[in-house]
């Protein structure tokens, strides 16, 4: 059971959103489940950090990553989860999912588009910050393309990173702050090919690995891996790949508990 004590220290709450993030994704959460929408490209992108995920998690419990309950019994949280768009098809695969958002418009669009499917998700409008004092049971903590709209970027980290509980995983997925980023992920996604709407993201914002290493390591996380995802032009298609000047995903885990039991085990 992961508490607020000696882990956490000082961690005061700090890492609020900007207004105007939150604004601007209030103003777009009904396009989150349009497939032909603003954020169609995640759709496609999101596919391929949903089976990253899975593999990940699945590799850790010796299951396989191709049945249908893979992640059954699995206690993860998404931060950051917009209307569910990954939130959701990690549910259907047996996790047990809490999902928490700044945004809470979002938040609503995601409770409606969940209902009818009667998913394990507990949709929550609040900020990670808001769990560093509630006693919490966390295999699977999902930061995924967050950070890089955090005003404290590095605090956020801490908080997001102190939420793993011993023996679980961490996965951070973000942009890295370079000149070819840049290009790519605004110039290109948001005013040539209009894979998002402009003004998305800012270029200052964007996180450089080792600084969310060094954010990780602070609370006792060890990294297992890091990842790139780039986009296949001529396949049309996004993919893992060895480089991270874009977009990257870090996998980090916290070591098992001191009596030796690790906490994310198998419960089949």
């Not at 396989?64 to 917009?82: K, M, R, S, T």
């Not at 948001?190 to 690995?209: A, D, I, M, Q």
Request: charged residues 20%.
């Amino acid at each position: 059971m992961l508490q607020k004590d000696s882990l956490i220290g000082d961690l005061a709450p700090n890492s609020k959103l900007e207004a105007s993030e939150i604004a601007c994704f209030d103003e777009r959460s009904w396009e989150w489940w349009n497939p032909n929408g603003e954020f169609s490209m995640i759709h496609t992108f999101n596919a391929v950090r949903h089976d990253y995920i899975i593999n990940a998690i699945a590799h850790r419990l010796g299951r396989d990553p191709e049945a249908v309950d893979a992640l059954a019994g699995i206690n993860l949280l998404d931060i950051g989860c917009g209307a569910g768009v990954l939130a959701a098809p990690l549910a259907k695969r047996g996790a047990n999912v809490v999902a928490i958002d700044a945004s809470a418009a979002s938040i609503d669009v995601a409770r409606r588009h969940a209902l009818p499917s009667g998913l394990n998700i507990d949709y929550r409008h609040c900020l990670a910050e808001a769990l560093l004092d509630t006693v919490q049971t966390i295999d699977v903590v999902l930061n995924t393309e967050v950070v890089e709209h955090v005003a404290d970027q590095g605090r956020f980290l801490l908080q997001s990173a102190a939420l793993a509980a011993p023996g679980g995983l961490h996965l951070v997925a973000t942009l890295n702050q370079t000149s070819k980023a840049w290009l790519l992920a605004i110039i290109g996604a948001e005013y040539v090919l209009g894979w998002l709407p402009k003004g998305t993201h800012t270029w200052s914002k964007f996180v450089r690995p080792s600084e969310a290493r060094a954010a990780l390591t602070a609370v006792d996380l060890a990294e297992i891996e890091i990842v790139g995802v780039g986009y296949d032009m001529l396949r049309r298609r996004w993919r893992l790949s060895p480089n991270v000047s874009v977009n990257y995903m870090m996998l980090s885990e916290r070591p098992a508990a001191a009596d030796g039991g690790a906490h994310m085990t198998d419960k089949d």
